[in-house]
């Protein structure tokens, strides 16, 4: 099956600078790599997604890039702001007539104001 | 519309004793999935139904669990004879399940097995 792992577990940074998250995923047939964000409390919630058939996809201070070859993705968060502290999830999936997700294990950030 | 709702928040059950977390997805969405959630640590996948069928049981951490969803709606998760080990938060996520796939998760029902 699918193996999703996620780097780093925790990072800090200080407001305004950029944080960056990165998975790899083990099956060349994940098609569908979503993140979500989990505050501290609340349910995830997507942010940003991204197909294999693409390679960045960007909405204002999120991105998400793709690397098919390498089997590894990450979320960049440009200009943080405290209120991107949270935790993240990545995850890959095979969209078609199984839909299972698989998540990496979180990466907790911490935005220092 | 409502999001997809969890019930009960909060279980405190004993060692040993059933208990039935139950959720309701968003009307329309076909796909519905299961999860669990230990403290602090990531969202480990139990299962997935998509209608009434669960494609892939595999999840499942013991013969202990099982799921059911009825009406392409509702869904059950039972855990018969629970351990200590099952306490954690388990969530429950929904999607419209064909080219939109965004999971829309529900609150989770904290479950605690003393």
């Known amino acids: 099956g699918e193996n999703v792992e996620q780097h780093p577990s925790t990072l800090s940074v200080q407001e305004g600078d950029s944080a960056v998250i990165k998975c790899t995923y083990s099956?060349?047939?994940?098609?569908?790599f979503p993140w979500y964000k989990q505050e501290l409390g609340k349910r995830p919630q997507l942010i940003i997604d991204i197909r294999s058939n693409v390679g960045e996809k960007k909405d204002q201070r999120i991105a998400v890039t793709l690397n098919k070859t390498a089997k590894h993705f990450s979320l960049h968060i440009t200009e943080t702001q405290p209120e991107d502290s949270a935790v993240y999830f990545c995850a890959a999936s095979i969209q078609g007539f199984v839909n299972q997700f698989y998540f990496g294990t979180g990466t907790s950030l911490t935005v220092i104001p | 519309g409502a999001g997809v709702s969890q019930s009960p928040s909060n279980k405190v059950t004993e060692k040993g004793k059933d208990v039935e977390l139950r959720c309701d997805p968003i009307?329309?969405?076909?796909?519905l999935y299961w999860y669990r959630q230990s403290l602090g640590q990531g969202l480990e996948f139990l299962i997935y139904f998509q209608g009434n069928s669960a494609p892939d049981k595999s999840g499942l951490p013991s013969d202990r669990f099982s799921a059911e969803r009825t009406g392409g709606s509702v869904s059950t998760l039972t855990i018969q004879r629970t351990q200590q080990e099952d306490s954690a938060v388990y969530l429950c996520?929904?999607?419209?399940?064909?080219?939109?796939?965004?999971?829309?998760f529900g609150p989770g029902t904290r479950l605690t097995v003393t």
């Open positions: 996520a929904s999607s419209y399940g064909t080219s939109i796939y965004e999971q829309y």
């Open positions: 099956d060349s047939a994940s098609n569908y």
């Open positions: 009307s329309g969405h076909t796909a």
